[in-house]
DNA sequence: ATGTGTGCAAAGAGTTTGCACAGCC
DNA sequence: GGCTGTGCAAACTCTTTGCACACAT
């Protein structure tokens, strides 16, 4: 029993199914073939994935969905509280699952890009107390750390001996 | 006095205009009317401003500046460590001071778009260790929490009950 | 004098929309 | 059958870029 408490659960896809039929019910919205295989792509798909990624794997199943649909879907995932839309600074817009449970937050390293997920429960209950104190209902939260990673410190400090 | 420690000093200009300063001597580049104009709005508009909404004020005592010498200020402001550029949820690019002193975060709300801004000294330390625990250098970072604000609570309450 | 900065307009990138046809309920 | 969804291409929005001229240094 290595585990830690936080290790990522694997997220509880039938409450965001659920949720996504109920929203489709209200709506009088119709189930596609389309957004089957859009919406269980991005069920499988890795965290923060852009729509031309999510496009290229929905297109290696179906090479002719278009790509507004995709938009569409995933418009449509986040309005019902399934997906939940993001911008780093990168100018694409990326989606993640609305995973109650993994509320991780990310540190970027602004020399290479790269993302680290992290979770920090005193973070979580800190964010929870000061929302009250505003008297805010919170729904989603945003927290990106952007700094040096140590690989990149690594390399600036060998340049720097050159 | 009613003052807390954390009610906004004004931010230290000095300091930024000699860090634009060094910068530009380092690259070798050049004052002038635009670029000072634009700066000078910069550091007096409200935080936060879009481009668009620099421009109108930039525009105001210039008429003539373009669009693509603003933006090409503002990354410059960014490159140099004045400026902050950032993305909430609309699409726009907004500015703001790297005030390191007042490192605010951020409210939205979901319904209205009101931006609150907090501090919460918590936070910041939390953050400090994580980027240590990881062994990052900490630039900068985005704490945003999306929510319903107390008065679109208060109209969808109303809105309930006809 | 040299080379950077500016304004304009055009090009890019990402996203949204209009329309005719396809397909779910 | 009626109405929503799809794919395509065009439109849009915000941002970046190329170019000729203006202007700091």
């Not at 002719?64 to 995709?70: I, Q």
């Not at 990326?94 to 540190?107: F, G, K, T």
């Not at 008297?135 to 690989?151: A, F, N, R």
Request: proline fraction near 4%.
């Amino acid at each position: 029993m290595k585990q830690k408490p936080h290790t990522h659960a694997p997220p509880n896809l039938e409450h965001f199914r659920t949720l996504l039929h109920q929203h489709m019910v209200k709506k009088g919205l119709r189930s596609t073939d389309q957004r089957r295989l859009i919406v269980e792509t991005f069920f499988g798909a890795p965290n923060h994935v852009s729509i031309e990624e999510l496009l290229a794997q929905v297109r290696a199943r179906d090479p002719k969905v278009g790509y507004a649909t995709v938009y569409r879907t995933l418009k449509l995932l986040a309005e019902c509280g399934v997906a939940l839309e993001r911008r780093f600074g990168d100018g694409l817009t990326r989606y993640e699952l609305a995973d109650e449970q993994s509320h991780h937050d990310h540190l970027i390293c602004v020399e290479c890009d790269k993302i680290l997920e992290f979770e920090e429960d005193r973070i979580e209950v800190l964010q929870d107390e000061i929302a009250k104190k505003y008297g805010y209902i919170l729904k989603s939260h945003k927290h990106e750390m952007y700094g040096v990673c140590p690989e990149c410190q690594a390399k600036a400090s060998r340049a720097r001996k050159n």
